[in-house]
């Protein structure tokens, strides 16, 4: 099969893909690398799936088979063999309530989905490809390891990748997270344009108010982002991964429990924050998870 461009369509720094079944119902899925994988409520409903009730933890969950699409719009379905959720929820979709105004979309295609895989994001293109086996990384590529948990067999209990970034001539580890999110309040739609949800960079509060007070020249702007009761956002002038220096990055910031605590769980290593699309939009970048490494490219 080698390589798939899937049905993409690009929205400020963040990829959704658009497959449509075979009974031609078209769907729209946020796809977040740093997320889980579910459909919402209504798009089950529209699809006329026949959903499953099953016992997960101590509640009753609704799960559905992966539907089909149609040959020109496929997207690859979640990988029973690499999916690490309960076995209730292996390779089916999970269906929850909706929650559209905050969505956007008709679901979210995370971790599971991309666990296991070679994906390349393509920022400057818009495009996200799927790869039946990992390509030759190009000649300029620059490479960085991502790392995984792991169970006592050695089989990944998530497929929440870490990374490493340098800022401000310290490095420390992210999230890989290509779902990073920021909701512009209109102080910062005014400043950035364009749509009010667009990609961003997270980092703990500690790390955030630490730049501010080495550096109050860095562009802030208090309230930027609604989340989170209106937190501020920074502008970084450069940052380097994998070897490469790129700027500015605007950084969204977040309290430290969402990363140290909640995040951090899920991860091989406590995180500092999130690496989005407010960075990788200077890249094209190939993720090879079976490898653990990601390389990145300056077009």
Sequence with gaps: MGSHELPTEYDAGRFFVRPITTQGVALRL????????????????????????????????????????????????????????????KGRLLIRPDDEARLKSDGMLGQAWFGGRTWTFDYPRGQLVFHAEAPEPASSARTSGLGFPTRADGTRSTHFPSIEATIDEATYPFLFDTGATAYLTQPAQQHFGGPARRATCFVTAWLFDQWHLRHPDWPLINGGDENVGGQPMVEVPVVTIAGIEVGPVWFTRRPDRNFHEYMSSMMDRKVEGALGGSLFQYFVITVDYPRAVAHFRVP
């Design 30 to 89: 946020f796809t977040d690398t740093g997320g889980g994988d579910f459909l919402q409520q209504s798009a089950a409903t529209r699809l006329g799936i026949n959903a499953e009730s099953v016992s997960f933890g101590e509640k009753e969950v609704q799960v559905a088979a992966w539907p089909d699409f149609t040959a020109d719009t496929w997207i690859p379905p979640i990988s029973v063999a690499d999916d690490p959720r309960a076995p209730e929820l």
